[in-house]
Structures are given as structure tokens and as C-alpha cells.
């Protein structure tokens, strides 16, 4: 695998950052705003629409600009969390209270050959872990490396911005700071990204749940996102991009994800971690989150292995089916009105036949005015850059949700700690709107 595969031509059958976009309207146009609103029911299982990563950026004028800010000031205030646009991007603010170390981890599977290249002998995947960590800290980690960030904004078709914005994003935790906790006293996370996004869209929730007390391990997929760096400067890029997609190909790399993951956790959590502070997990308490393509693995993951004790799907349509004697561990949809309300289009069909068959705790929640990438660190940064990605709903305040909500559930089913805010409606968060299948409504 010494070569680099650039990102497909945009302008041609795949959106912004190399995805299929299946639509339900047949297609996306640009406005003012940056995606029409009948664009917004299209169907993504890639994890990107053609406007997705920042793939529609109107303009960074003033007018774009006022804007951004118009519609942060209307928001409820979320602590740490203030909307800024700003020319050197930056995460918000965990909640937590603890430090944040973070570590890669290079990790090569050589009981199988990559998927996706015939040619690549072991399967190679790249890690980012995040953890409580003592203090202080003495080097800021790095977003991304320069090549990684000309790649994504590339994709995207975005030149209003220096090629390496996104590698100067200012993040929270330190490279390699030492591991702090008690022996075996720490839950483990595992997320995996959309299609097509490098595990890094996952950072500011990751940090988030580290503060809190987690372990958190980001798997990049590799040849699945538009780029993954390897220690010896090899840059592996998009190649499943070029493959016509169908239902049975994203089943498959729904399952082909759950073997990564299962890969990582045996890395992590056997008896010979390639990570120094394995010792402070507690094997018993694994679980896994996932965005769009990685939320739909999540539920793959689950089927295949019992050590992933809860899940949660973060607006990702599933294509591997739960067996008919159910899966009962917990289980949290998460995702936007316009794509998976109940009784209302495909996407939400497979979250519904899915739901008939989770056997245990679950809620299905959406949040009013968010998009595909409100979830993840692209509905911040964009804010910031002055690009629209059509939410209706500000970046800041879409992750201070995110965040909330899958701590809470992390917290309910890891540790036992009651969470009313799962239960009903919030006067705290009235953009959450709690969904009954039976009734096809939201609350």
C-alpha cells in the first residue's frame, strides 16, 4: 500500500467528500443558504450529502458572516460553547473535569487482507485514543496533518479557505500526556466516523467524553475516508469512492467496520495493549457511538461482538439486519427530523424495523434544525470559517446536544448513574424531541 489515491472529481456522480448521496427527491440544489430545503430529505448512507463536508460554501463575506451570528445569538446559551468565526478554527471546551491526554496507535490486522485493495496483504488501521490524563500537558495535539486537511477540503470543493485550515484547529487535549485513573476503572468508548470523514470529525465529542472520565478510541477505516496517514508518511485515500454503490455494499462495510472494531477492542483490551494505559480499562464496560455510516455499524458491531455492552447510532440509515431473536443491550437513535421521523421516508423505515427488534432499553430522539454534519466538529468549524452548511440550528449548540446526550446515555448504561434527561422532553434542550414509533409522533 505505498500509493495515494487522490479523491474522486466532485463534479461528478459522488458528493462533496467522495459519498453516494441516495436521495429522496432526486437530487440537491444550492441556495443562499447553502442547501435547499427539499434537499433535505435525501437518504445518506455515506455519511456526507453533496453539501455534506463543507461541499456548498456560499461565501466568507461579511453578509455570510452576519449571518453565522444572527442565528448563534438565538440560541440557547450552552456553557463553554460560544459561536466565534474566526480564521484559526477551535473545538469547544470539554465539560468535564478532567485533563485530556491523546495517543495514535498504528495497528495491522494480519489475519485478513484489506477489503477494499486485493493487493494489501493485512488489513492497517489508525487509532486515536483520548483519556484522562494528569496534568500539566505539554504539547496541544494536532487536529490533522496539513495533507489530511488539503484532502478534505479538496473534496469538498472548498478554495475560499487555505488548504491547511482545518490542520491549525486548535483542540483541548495533549499528545501523549500520562494516563490517569485507578486500575481497571475506566469505561471504554469506541467511535467510528461518516463515510468518506477521517476519524478526526469525532474529536470534540471524544474529548468530551474523556474529560468525563472515558477511555475513547476513533478508528479511522481505511481507504474509506478521503485520507488516513500512516507513521511512514503513507497517505492511504478514498478508494471505495470509485465503487457504484447498492444496499449489499454498505451491508458490507457495515460489517466489514464491525471487524475493525472488534480488531481494535482485542488491540486495546487483550492481554498484550498496544497502549500503555490499558490497564485503566474496564473490559466489562465497553461501548460504541457512531456518525452516519459509523452509526449504522454500530449496530453490526453489536451483533458481533458481546463485548459492546450499549450503542448509539448518530444519523446513520442501517442495512445489517438485527436477527430475529432481537438484541437486547441498549440502544440510542440519534439523528434529524428531516431524515428519520417516524412513518416518513426510508431512512426512518430501517430505524423503525430496527427498533422492533431492539428488545431492550432504547429512545429514538431528534433535534430540530440540525443537518448531517450538525453531530460531528464540522457544524462548529464551519460556523467559524463563515460557511453555511444549511443547519438551521448553530454548530456550538448542536455539539453541546450531542455531547449531552451521549454522555448521559454512556453514563446511564456504563455506570448506573439515573438520567432523567433520557426519559422526556428537556426545558433545557427543547430542540430534542423524544419519538414514539407507535404513534409516529415527536415530542
Partial sequence: MGHVTEPVDTGRRYGGAGALAHTAQGGMAATGRGISRSGRGRILRGGVAAAGLLAFV?????????SGAASAASAPASAGLSPTLSS???LPKPTGSHPIGTTSLYLKDASRPDPWVSSVKARELMASLWYPAKPPGRKRAPYMTPKESELLLRSGGITSVSADTLSRTRTNAFTDAEPAGRKHGLPLIVLSPGYTKPRTELTALAEDLASRGYVVAAIDHTYENVATTFPDGRVATCVTCEIDKNPAWWE?????????VSFVLDQLAGSHSKWKGARLIDTSRIAMAGHSAGGASTIAAMLKDSRIRAGIDIDGTTEVRIPDSGLSRPFLFLGKPATYTPGKGDAAATWERDWKKLNGWKRWLLVTGAEHTSFTDLGVLVDQLGIDDGADIPGVRAMDITRRYVAAFFDLHLRKKPQPLLDKPSARYPEVKHCSVKTKTCR
Avoid: E, M, N
Wanted: no cysteine.
Fill in 252 to 260: 458490507k462495510l457495515a460489517k466489514g467496520r464491525a471487524t475493525d
Fill in 88 to 90: 484559526t478554527p477551535y
Fill in 58 to 66: 456560499a461565501t466568507t463575506s461579511a453578509a455570510s458572516a452576519q
